[in-house]
C-alpha cells in the first residue's frame, strides 16, 4: 500500500473576512406597494428597509465625526454590500480611516485589501505592513498571516524563523490555522528542530477545533507511526472527520485503509466510495497519484457485484453533488 507519510507544501492560506453584520430584510429591485394584495408584509418590508436606511446613515455620521470603530463598520459594510451597494474602494477608504486611528481589525482588513487587490492596487508590502500593526495589536489571525507572508516571501524576505515565530504567538491564542500551519513547521523542520511529536501535538490541537488539513495531518502520523504510536484505527478516525469536511486527500487514505482492512474492516464498497469521491475531486492538496488511486478504485469494484457497484456509484455520486458546490475545508 502507499499511503502518503508526509508531504508539507506550505502553509495554510488563512482566509479572513472580519466583518459586523446586521439581519435586514432584501427590498432591493422590488416594487413595494401598500395596496398590494399583502399589504401588511409590504408595510413590514418598507419599515425594515427605512430602518436600515436610517442606521448606515447614523453611522456614516458617526464615522464623518472620527469614531475609529464606526469607520471600520461602516468599511465592513461597504465590503460585504451589507445596506450600501458593495464598493470595495469605499470599504479601503473607511478601514484606512480607523487604521490610521490604531483600530485593529480596520488593520488588519485593509492588509487584506492590499492583499487581494480589493479596492487598492495590489501590494503585498503594503499589506505586510498593515497585518503587521494588526499582529502587534495580539490579533491572533493577523499573526497568523503575517507569519505565512514570512515562509510564503510574499512583502518580506522569506524567514522561516519568523514564520514560526509569529505562527507561534497565533497558535498560543489558539487560532486553529496557525496551530496547524505549525504543526507543517516542527514536521518539516523549517524555523525550527524538526519534531514529529511537536508537529502532533499542534496537530491534535487544531484538529479538535475541527481544522480539516490537520485532522488530515494527525491521521498521517498515526498511519505511519510518526511522533505518536502506529495506529490504523486512529487514523482511520482522524481520516474520516476530515473525509467528511470534504478534504480530498483524506478521502484517499481513508479509501486505502478499507481495500487493506487496516484500522476498519475490509470493505471494498467503501474503498470504492471514497476512491471515487477523491477521482473526482479537485481540491487535493498533496497531489496525491491519481493513476495509483485509479488503479485502487478498478482493485475494489472487482469484488464488486454489478448491483453492489451501481449503488456505491450512486452513493458517491449525490455525495460528491452534495459537497461538490462547497469549498474544502483546510
Known amino acids: ?21 446586521a439581519q435586514t430584510a432584501k427590498t432591493a429591485g422590488q416594487e413595494i406597494s401598500l395596496f398590494a394584495p399583502h399589504a401588511p408584509y409590504s408595510i413590514v418590508a418598507a419599515r425594515s428597509a427605512n430602518a436600515t436606511v436610517q442606521r448606515i446613515a447614523a453611522l456614516k455620521a458617526k464615522a464623518e465625526s472620527g469614531d475609529a470603530k464606526a469607520q471600520f463598520l461602516l468599511g465592513s459594510k461597504y465590503e460585504l454590500g451589507e445596506g450600501v451597494p458593495q464598493d470595495y474602494a469605499q470599504a479601503a477608504y473607511w478601514y484606512r480611516k480607523a487604521a490610521q486611528q490604531g483600530e485593529a481589525m480596520g488593520q488588519l482588513e485593509l492588509g487584506l485589501l492590499y492583499r487581494d487587490g480589493k479596492g487598492v492596487p495590489r501590494s503585498y508590502a503594503q499589506a505586510v505592513i498593515w497585518i503587521r500593526k494588526a499582529a502587534q495589536q ?36 489558539g487560532e486553529a490555522a496557525a496551530q496547524d500551519s505549525l504543526g507543517e513547521m516542527y514536521a518539516d523542520g523549517r524555523g525550527v528542530t524538526p519534531s514529529f511529536t511537536a508537529a ?7 484538529a479538535n477545533q475541527g481544522n480539516a488539513d490537520a485532522q488530515m495531518q494527525l491521521g498521517t502520523l498515526y498511519d505511519g507511526g510518526l511522533g505518536v504510536p502506529q495506529d490504523y484505527a486512529q487514523a482511520a478516525i482522524w481520516f474520516r472527520k476530515a473525509a467528511d469536511q470534504g478534504n480530498a486527500d483524506a478521502q484517499y487514505n481513508l479509501g486505502l485503509l478499507y481495500l487493506d482492512g487496516e484500522g476498519v474492516p475490509k470493505d471494498y464498497s467503501e474503498a470504492y466510495f ?40 450512486e452513493r458517491a455520486r449525490r455525495w460528491f453533488n452534495d459537497h461538490v458546490a462547497k469549498p474544502p475545508a483546510q
Open 200 to 206: 502532533s501535538l499542534w496537530f491534535r490541537k487544531a
Open 138 to 173: 495580539s490579533v491572533a489571525v493577523a499573526q497568523g498571516l503575517l507569519g505565512l507572508s514570512y515562509c510564503e516571501g510574499q512583502g518580506v524576505p522569506q524567514d522561516y524563523a519568523k514564520g514560526v515565530f509569529w505562527f507561534r504567538k497565533a497558535a498560543d491564542q
Open 274 to 313: 471514497w476512491l471515487d469521491i477523491t477521482l473526482a475531486s479537485n481540491h487535493s492538496r498533496w497531489l496525491f497519484d491519481s493513476e495509483f488511486a485509479a488503479k485502487e478504485r478498478k482493485a475494489a469494484a472487482s469484488h464488486l457485484t454489478p448491483a453492489e457497484l451501481s449503488r456505491v456509484q
Open 1 to 21: 500500500m502507499s499511503k502518503m507519510f508526509w508531504c508539507v507544501a506550505g502553509a495554510v492560506l488563512l482566509v479572513v473576512t472580519c466583518a459586523a453584520t
